[in-house]
């Protein structure tokens, strides 16, 4: 069982579902071709895809395409079903740093097919992931720089201040289709600048004042 703390408090929690955005960034999506939704588009990666700080992602070998994609993390704290956007934030346990990391050749293989891309989201190592700090600590998480970097090289540098669907939104949102239990996590989506890792490199990614993760990939 994967599991989660919360830095500063002995707090632990097993990791349920992680629910992830795409297209929560306008400039995200344009450098990938895709329309702003009107609506959160929604997908779900497994607990048994995440690693923590100095493991190892391993591309599988039905990819040849695998992208990096840094993002905050909502960790919930209490049972949350059908909440309103007003009350939302108070079920927020810590937020943390996350990498989503894509294999996005098979990704645009099965949307062109119009078929499910789970496999390109959810394979094992898919989902480098920190502790968490506790929700008091971060004044506004609207207000977050986030940063990827590959071999000291830097590659996204963006605010969660550019999401398109805000924080509290997100959770009404899902709650209003599936019951969020403690321990599950959101992934808000990305700021643009993804792109492709290859064996042999080292990802930093980082959320200043939350965390930071640093994965090599194989």
Not at 116 to 135: E, R, V, Y
Request: hydrophobic fraction near 40%; charged fraction near 20%.
């Amino acid at each position: 069982m994967k599991t989660r703390g919360i830095i500063g408090t002995d707090q632990q929690f097993p990791i349920g579902k992680i629910v992830c955005l795409a297209r929560n960034y306008a400039e995200h999506a344009k450098e990938l071709g895709n329309e702003t939704p009107a609506a959160p588009v929604l997908f779900m990666k497994p607990a048994s895809s995440v690693i923590g700080d100095g493991e190892t992602v391993r591309i599988p070998s039905y990819s040849q395409e695998c992208h990096y994609e840094v993002e905050l993390a909502v960790l919930i704290g209490t049972e949350t079903r059908n909440v309103s956007a007003a009350d939302a934030m108070q079920y927020v346990a810590g937020y943390g740093v996350s990498i989503d990391m894509t294999l996005r050749d098979v990704q645009n293989q099965l949307k062109a097919k119009g078929l499910p891309w789970d496999i390109a989201k959810g394979f094992d190592t898919a989902c480098p992931l920190s502790d968490f700090i506790p929700a008091a600590a971060v004044p506004d998480p609207h207000a977050l720089n986030l940063k990827l970097a590959v071999n000291g090289e830097g590659r996204q540098d963006g605010s969660s201040s550019d999401m398109i669907n805000r924080i509290p939104q997100i959770i009404a949102h899902i709650s209003g289709i599936f019951t969020l239990n403690p321990g599950d996590v959101i992934l808000t989506g990305t700021p643009a600048g993804v792109g492709q890792v290859r064996a042999g490199d080292v990802m930093t990614a980082e959320i200043v004042s939350v965390g930071r993760l640093v994965i090599p990939v194989a």
